[in-house]
């Protein structure tokens, strides 16, 4: 089992920055790779962005790309979300999900463990 608990929501101002921060613990060894979800109300949950545990390949949901970029700290067991620009339509739930398997998926239901989510607010 695999546990992901986030932080660093919050409320930001229309062109403002937040960074997401996800720890994961548990069966580590497991993972292949992390991403970022989003939901916003009465939408479905979608793709933000993904992060290859080992080599560290990125991958980017085109209306992130160029504003939001993925990291990770393996030393810490640590995936980031650094959002930049941020802008009226970011507002959501934003969930951390970990894989097990070797294709990174943009579905949700390709993810394997989820944590419970952090509110961001892009508001004025």
């Known amino acids: 089992q695999v546990q992901l608990v986030e932080s660093g929501g919050g409320l930001v101002q229309p062109g403002g920055s937040l960074r997401l921060s996800c720890a994961a613990s548990?069966?580590?060894?497991?993972?292949?790779?992390m991403g970022w979800f989003r939901q916003a109300p009465g939408k479905e949950r979608e793709f933000v962005a993904a992060i290859r545990w080992s080599v560290g390949s990125t991958y980017y949901a085109d209306s992130v790309k160029g504003r939001f970029t993925i990291s990770r700290d393996n030393a810490k067991n640590t995936v980031y979300l650094q959002m930049n620009s941020l802008k009226p339509e970011d507002t959501a739930v934003y969930y951390c999900?970990?894989?097990?398997?070797?294709?990174?998926?943009?579905?949700?239901?390709?993810?394997?463990?989820w944590g419970q989510g952090t509110q961001v607010t892009v508001s004025s």
């Open positions: 999900a970990a894989l097990r398997g070797i294709v990174i998926h943009t579905s949700p239901r390709g993810y394997d463990y």
């Open positions: 548990g069966s580590i060894a497991s993972i292949s790779a």
